[in-house]
Each structure stands twice: as C-alpha cells, then as structure tokens.
C-alpha cells in the first residue's frame, strides 16, 4: 500500500520555509526521499532508519517518527533549484528490498 | 563510471506488438528494480531482483516479464503491448546494504498505440 504524501502541491517564494508529510499505514523499517526534476530521473536525497540513524543531504533535514509511522521533510530557505517533485518512499524491513513510493507532492518555488 | 543507463529512450509500439527494455548498471549493484510512472501515481514497482537469476513481482506486474542473466544487466519485456501500457519507465539500482541509496536511469517513454 502506498505511503500518503501530504501536501499534494506547495508553492513558495525563494526564502520560505516548506515541510512535506509522509505517512505509512504500515510499521516501517526506513524512509527514502527522493526529488524528481521535469523530464528528469529522480535523485536520492536523504535515508532515515528505525533507530534514528541519518544519511544524506547536508542542506536538507528530515525526521522518522516510528510509532506514529511518519516522516517528513523540511526545506528551509528554499531556492528555485528545489523546484520538482518530491517522493517519499518507505521499506518495511526484513527480507523485503524493495520501496514503495508515495504519489509525490510538487513543489513549486517562485523568484 | 555510466553508472544506470536503459535503452532505449522512447518507443511507439502498436497494440499487440511486443518489446524489450535493456537496463544496464556498472556499480556491480546486487539488486535491480524496474518501474512506471504514471501522472499522479508516483512510481511504481513493476518486478525487482535481488541476485543474478532471481526475480520477483511487484506491485503491477500483469503484462511484464523479466530476466536477469547477467548481473549487471535487467531486462523487461512486454509480450503484447496495450495501450494501458503506456507509460515513463525506471530502472534502478542498489547495492548492499539496505540502507544504501537507489540509483535511476533516464528513463524510457513508451507509446501504445
């Protein structure tokens, strides 16, 4: 079952703040985010693992909040380069290599 | 290093006719994944394999077909293409361990005619 992603759109004025849900029905074992430029392949941006260990982006900052199966992405003093589609994707852990991936939630960011 | 590369890059196929996605990676990845994209449903996972030889479905297998001989290689295949089929395709790689980060090829577009 996908993740829901939240907000399904945002649009920002270079220098503001955005903070983008994910939310999992399932126990989760880590959270991958990922950014998708148009036309474009997604690229990793950061990991998150039960347990709270870290591993990514150093301009942007994440949480993992196990028991209430969330995460979410904050983009702090945007710049029109974080313009794209961001998605979240979770692994549940065990022999299961695989992610499933939100929707995605488009980001928009304005001179 | 080319890293993940697919080929080819578009298609149009007519329904009925069948074709072959080549995904290629050069990072001696062990697991292989192929998805599609679709407007408003973000990616998803069509089969994955974590091995040479061995794969497994997805989420939306119906309709595809895969093959891993060669460990750097991941083959896709639509036996007989329907217009349903039409869609952006990813393959990705990762290596061990699970904690690693997947790597996404360009893509390839697909018409179904």
């Known amino acids: 079952q996908q993740p829901v992603q939240s907000p399904q759109a945002v649009i920002l004025r270079e220098g503001e703040d955005a903070v983008i849900n994910c939310s999992s029905s399932?126990?989760?074992?880590?959270v991958h985010w990922y950014r998708q430029k148009h036309g474009e392949a997604p690229v990793f941006l950061m990991i998150?693992?039960?347990?709270?260990e870290q591993k990514g982006h150093d301009k942007i900052s994440a949480s993992f909040n196990e028991k209430k199966q969330q995460s979410s992405l904050y983009l702090t003093a945007s710049q029109l380069s974080y313009s794209g589609t961001y998605f979240c994707?979770?692994?549940?852990?065990?022999?299961?290599?695989?992610?499933?991936f939100g929707k995605g939630t488009l980001l928009t960011v304005n001179p | 290093n080319a890293g993940v590369t697919q080929t080819p890059k578009f298609r149009v196929l007519k329904t009925g006719q069948s074709m072959t996605l080549l995904c290629a990676q050069d990072?001696?990845?062990?697991?292989m994944y192929w998805y599609r994209q679709d407007p408003g449903m973000g990616l998803r996972l069509i089969h994955y394999?974590?091995?040479?030889?061995?794969?497994a479905k997805g989420e939306v297998p119906d309709g595809y077909n895969v093959s891993r001989l060669k460990k750097q290689n991941f083959l896709l295949g639509l036996e007989s293409a329907a217009p349903s089929q039409t869609s952006v395709y990813f393959c990705?790689?990762?290596?061990?361990?699970?904690?690693?980060?997947?790597?996404f090829g360009p893509g390839t577009r697909l018409t179904v005619l």
């Open positions: 990705a790689s990762r290596g061990r361990p699970d904690y690693n980060e997947q790597f």
């Open positions: 399932k126990a989760l074992y880590s």
């Open positions: 998150l693992l039960k347990g709270g």
């Open positions: 994707g979770t692994h549940t852990g065990g022999s299961n290599y695989k992610l499933t």
């Open positions: 990072m001696n990845h062990e697991y």
């Open positions: 394999s974590v091995g040479e030889g061995t794969t």
